[in-house]
């Protein structure tokens, strides 16, 4: 392989084939195991015999047929290299983010990073492939295999028995038999053990496997593909349990980190290890690209339920990444048989694409901005800021628009669409770091600091981009004739100003993002939460926080003394810890004048007499609504403030809260109307947080595909086709960010997808609401089933799962989610799975022994809150 030039051709001609027959096979044992076709212990069977008969037996025939001395040596490393980068920097992100500290977790996610499903569909795709082109890189799916298993993988079993040992969920053995035991088994694994054998064998039989030994092997091997890929499927079935929102993100980043950053990642390095003027190196580069889109393994889940570890995250991302692949292996695969003798020949193509996804981008930032006005959100931080984004990436998408269809030849039209475009991308990039700032200074410091700083987050946010576009006409050489992306006409000039302001955002985003989770730890623990930051994130809901009942000594708390400590509390979340803890009893001041409810109590009871001494000025009312004037500077409660700065603290934070209010007021009015049990609004959606969390992380992957675009545009000047594919995902991401930004906060169900809903099911039904029959229309058997559960199950159903919950501004009482009563009914073994568990809510629900709390949804494994009804409501 080192002295063959090739010319790079793959055949596409099988491609198609190859990936419906994966798909296929997959979906006909999910279908076989959802079923019930196949049950799970026969399932087990048939992943024994793929694991231990099928596979074992197509490595140790490849591997003693292997030619050694063609093997490209230097590519194997590149691999290796890739590899060991991602499982670092995952494992790193995840001990710097998870809090506690799990080195467990850390892990299990770099194994899921790095470890592909290299045989049941990597082979069949690089078979149709490149079996008649490049037949010697077959050999090289058995090679790079055990760089996981052999190399990787130990390091994360080592982890992951640290920190099983660490919880005592391990029995006690030496340090020595902890190695001797990681070490067994790494060196038993089927894949590594014929691996070995294999390459003994190659010397053996000098690469000719005998023949009666030869025929056993092809037909345990022939039987691989299909069983494997068979097996997988049934794998599949009940592994993703209704996760849904937040409980998303973390198995979405580890795919990004699979799908996306592993192939870029080897792509690079094999394209600077090799040498870029041979057609072998681009070859390799590219199948280096395409193998790292290949999903993770399911062996990855079995060593999550072997450690008891994050098991529902690796689960769902184990699934999710199966199938979002497919198409990223499709696209690759394709882009691999182009022949990019002149990018410009592709220039139209990538232009058209540019200026449609401008078109739609433009009509979601429209959409979005529509919306922050309708729901007066745009008065608020940090959703001003959000604003500011959403304005800037318009900016981008107008600037691609006039490109499209101006004619820049000319000097001063070339200006306009320039700085439109290029300040527009640059403030996009800056308001992403801008708002990850904001929301880590809400977290750690105040609102009244963010307000302080409100200037210069502007001033960085708008100013940076304008400046660093204006020095850029000033220095920079117009290239456009020569370039196929409007987004580099000015060429290295522009690449490098483009890298040096993504990596300056990107530093700033990650650390502020890994500052504030750090931080979010450390004020539930003290708060005293006992669920995990991973726990807590897989269900967008707020359980009732604790009271706190030691309130501080200091002269901050003297500010605080009459406030109503319900609500004070849940305000508490926000503060850092080091601003928290300066008590003698070390208990935490839950109280914080500052984020107290902007409106009045419907309780009469408490609407007492409430005294708020300020600095430099003393308030007291009989009614609540003084409690609008009410705010104090957190960072005070150190005492690092002066009283000037307590009192200008005090005018911000009284012109904020009167900007804010009357948006506020008019959202719970609006909300009040359903006919639920509600408590007092509590301010712990107020920031939108979890989706500010969301939108960062989304605006980061578009900005590490930039600096990988950026990064080869100064390093190697060759081109291909996945060159080309990484140029147009970047434009996508580029001028595509409005659509993201739609995608997390354009769907606001009060304004739009509620009164839809309602609209439609009015046409319908001729009513908004959930139509249920009346009890005497139930069917014998939904009538029996509600019957007995109400009889022997209700009461301790309601007992385990039964709370209060909040969402949006309001507290709801007595309810739980469709998620915890399907995880009930099968702890208690009412249901075999969730899908089952799903039928018998729904039949509750039909019985109206339980109901929606706006009667607006079915029964879903989901986290909508329902209710039991009494039997006064029943009909």
């Keep these: 392989m080192n002295g063959t030039d090739h010319s790079g051709n793959v055949s596409i001609d099988n491609l198609y084939p190859a990936i419906i027959q994966c798909f296929a096979v997959i979906l006909a044992g999910y279908i076989a195991g959802r079923a019930g076709l196949i049950t799970s212990v026969q399932g087990k069977g048939i992943g024994t015999f793929v694991s231990k008969f099928c596979l074992p037996a197509l490595l140790f025939k490849n591997m003693c047929e292997l030619n050694f001395s063609q093997v490209n040596w230097l590519f194997l490393c590149s691999i290796a290299i890739s590899k060991s980068f991602i499982f670092a920097v995952v494992a790193i992100i995840t001990l710097l983010t998870k809090r506690p500290l799990n080195l467990g977790v850390a892990g299990l996610y770099a194994i899921f990073a790095t470890q592909s499903n290299d045989f049941a569909i990597g082979y069949p795709i690089i078979q149709s492939l490149y079996e008649n082109s490049h037949p010697d890189y077959l050999s ?106 937040l409980g998303l993100v ?68 184990m699934v999710a990444c199966t199938f979002l692949s497919a198409p990223l292996m499709f696209v690759s695969a394709k882009m691999m048989t182009v022949v990019v ?52 990436q318009m900016f981008g998408c ?127 623990r003290l708060n005293g939460s006992t669920k995990l930051a991973s726990d807590s994130s897989d269900r967008e809901r707020l359980i009732k926080p604790s009271e706190c009942h030691q309130p501080c000594q200091n002269s901050a708390a003297n500010l605080l003394d009459d406030i109503d400590e319900d609500r004070a509390g849940d305000v508490g979340k926000y503060r850092s810890s080091e601003n928290c803890v300066s008590c003698k009893s070390h208990a935490i001041k839950e109280t914080n004048i500052e984020d107290i409810i902007p409106f009045p109590e419907k309780d009469k009871s408490k609407e007492s007499t409430t005294c708020v001494p300020i600095p430099s000025t003393s308030s007291c009312s009989s009614s609540n609504s003084d409690l609008y004037d009410s705010v104090d500077e957190r960072t005070c409660l150190t005492n690092s403030c002066s009283a000037e700065q307590r009192q200008q603290c005090a005018g911000l934070i009284r012109s904020y809260n009167a900007t804010v209010n009357t948006a506020i007021q008019v959202d719970m009015e609006t909300s009040m109307q359903d006919e639920v049990s509600l408590k007092p609004p509590l301010l712990t959606d107020e920031y939108q947080s979890n989706r500010f969390v969301i939108l960062l992380l989304c605006m980061q992957l578009s900005m590490f595909i930039g600096i990988f675009l950026c990064t080869w545009r100064l390093f190697n000047l060759e081109t291909s086709g996945i060159y080309m594919e990484i140029e147009f995902l970047d434009s996508v991401f580029n ?41 005497a229309e139930l069917k014998d058997d939904s009538a029996v089933l509600c019957e007995q559960f109400v009889t ?22 007595g309810v739980f989610t469709g998620t915890d009563l399907c995880g009930w009914l099968l702890r208690v073994g009412l249901a075999r799975d969730r899908g089952e568990a799903v039928s018998y809510g729904k039949t509750l629900l039909i019985g109206q022994v339980i109901c929606h709390v706006t009667k607006e949804h079915n029964f879903h494994d989901m986290p909508y809150f329902y209710r039991f009804m009494s039997e006064e409501e029943t009909l």
């Design 140 to 245: 090289y799916i058995y090679l790079v295999a055990p760089i996981s298993l052999v190399l990787l993988n130990p390091i994360g079993f080592t982890m992951m028995e640290i920190s099983r040992r660490k919880s005592g969920t391990a029995a006690s053995s030496r340090k020595i038999m902890v190695v001797l035991h990681i070490i067994k088994d790494v060196l038993f694994n089927p894949i590594v053990f014929m691996t070995v054998i294999g390459i003994v064998g190659n010397f053996l039989f000098k690469r000719h496997v005998p023949y009666i030994l030869n025929d056993i092997l092809d037909v345990l091997g022939n039987a691989f593909s299909a069983t494997a890929l068979f097996y997988l499927g049934i794998s599949l079935v009940g592994r993703v349990q209704g996760t849904i929102g």
């Design 250 to 317: 973390v198995p979405m980043l580890l795919i990004a980190a699979k799908c996306l950053m592993l192939p870029l990642v080897t792509w690079q390095v094999v394209g600077m290890l090799e040498d870029s003027n041979s057609n072998n190196s681009r070859s390799l580069s590219m199948y280096g690209f395409l193998y790292g889109t290949f999903p993770t393994a399911p062996s990855v889940f079995l060593y999550a339920s072997q450690f008891s570890i994050a098991t529902d995250v690796i689960a769902t991302g």
């Design 341 to 392: 003798n002149n990018e410009m020949d592709y220039k139209n193509m990538l232009q058209t694409t540019s200026f449609d996804v401008s078109i739609i981008g433009l009509v979601c930032g429209a959409w979005v901005l529509g919306l922050m006005v309708l729901s007066r959100k745009y008065r608020r931080i940090p959703h001003l800021f959000l604003v500011c984004l959403v304005i800037s």
């Design 398 to 524: 107008v600037g691609m628009i006039i490109y499209n269809g101006m004619d820049t030849n000319r000097t001063w039209q070339h200006y306009i669409q320039f700085v439109v475009l290029l300040s527009g991308i640059f403030s996009s990039r800056c308001w992403t770091a801008m708002i990850s700032l904001a929301l880590y200074w809400l977290n750690c410091r105040s609102l009244c600091f963010v307000l302080r700083m409100k200037f210069w987050l502007f001033l960085i946010g708008f100013g940076l981009p304008l400046f660093g576009t204006g020095l850029l006409l000033l220095i920079g050489t117009h290239h456009m004739n020569n370039e196929v992306d409007p987004a580099f006409h000015y060429g290295k000039d522009q690449t490098v100003m483009s890298l040096i302001v993504m990596l300056l955002c990107s530093c700033t985003n990650i650390t502020c993002l890994v500052l504030r989770q750090r931080n979010s730890h450390q004020l539930h």
């Design 735 to 775: 001028y595509g960010q409005a659509v993201i930004t739609f995608a997390v906060f354009g769907f606001d169900t009060r304004l739009m997808i509620i009164p839809f809903i309602k609209k439609w099911r009015k046409c319908m039904y001729g009513a908004e609401v959930v139509h249920v029959p009346r009890r």
């Design 792 to 813: 022997y199950h209700k009461n301790n159903c309601a007992k385990a799962i039964v709370r209060d919950m909040n969402y949006r501004y309001r507290t709801y009482e």
